[in-house]
């Protein structure tokens, strides 16, 4: 686990001039949130952001591409219909990674996941770990304002998913990440399956499978500050599906 006291957040994140940690943002009917968000996240030197838009009926993607047009530290991908959380951020990472990215953060649009904390992911990401996990289960981290249901699903899920796939991490299902270029250029991004939040768990198997090294940086998780949670039952029952298909696979 990582403590934020041990890395010095302040210095990495303006340490370069240049935008080198691409934040992708995928987004359905976020506009009361975007703008926000966004300038929030390039407060800091070291961040550029990606939104990737599934066609949002709320005008999410004008808004942010009015912001494209004068900002060239906000970049958008537009898609033509609503595919999926997983599928938004694989094509948003390999946009990030033709761009040059060397550093590449995934989020949340509804505020659950908190700008403050990027700098500390960046900095583990760039000193200790090949992926950084914001965890809600470990030492120092949380949730604030769920229902019972809400935590015994997530909370249920995460160990479901590291007794099934034995993942040494607390937090295997949270969307609020870093990760070092070359995990991604090593795992085979084609190959995933999972579209919903079991694409979380999926990417944490494949990158441990690879060998490479994850660490936890406790962070509080709020629940989305506008809009509903996209949560459904299809999404749940992919993820336990979807963990056993990637245990039979390496079997």
């Known amino acids: 686990m990582i403590t934020p006291d041990l890395v010095d957040h302040a210095r990495i994140a303006t340490s370069i001039g240049t935008a080198d940690c691409t934040v992708v943002i995928p987004t359905y009917n976020e506009r009361e ?11 800091w030197p ?12 709320d005008g999410t993607a004008a808004i942010v591409a009015a912001m494209v047009a004068g900002e060239p530290r906000v970049g958008l991908l537009q898609r ?5 959380l997983g599928s ?11 761009e040059g990215a060397a550093y590449i953060c995934e989020m949340d649009a509804d505020f659950s996941h908190d700008p ?14 090949d992926l950084v996990l914001g965890s809600r289960y470990v030492p120092g981290g949380g949730t604030t304002d769920w229902g019972a249901l809400r935590q015994i699903i997530s909370r249920g899920g995460n160990l479901y998913a590291r007794a099934i796939l034995q993942l040494p991490v607390m937090d295997a299902t949270g969307g609020f990440r870093c990760y070092r270029r070359r995990v991604l250029e090593t795992i085979n991004l084609g190959d995933i399956q999972s579209n919903g939040y079991a694409f979380q768990i999926e990417l944490v198997y494949r990158t441990l499978r690879a060998g490479f090294r994850i660490g936890e940086l406790p962070i509080i998780f709020p629940d989305r500050r506008v809009g509903r949670s996209k949560m459904s039952r299809r999404i749940v029952l992919e993820a336990l599906v979807n963990v056993w298909r990637l245990r039979f696979r390496r079997i």
Do not use: C, H, M, W
């Open 33 to 43: 949130n975007i703008v926000d968000l966004i300038n929030r996240v390039l407060a």
């Open 88 to 98: 938004a951020y694989v094509a948003g990472f390999r946009r990030a990674l033709a």
């Open 46 to 57: 070291r961040f550029r952001v990606l939104v990737v838009d599934d066609s949002s009926p």
């Open 116 to 129: 403050a904390y990027l700098p500390q992911l960046l900095a583990a990401a760039e000193t200790r770990y």
């Open 80 to 84: 033509p219909a609503k595919q999926g």
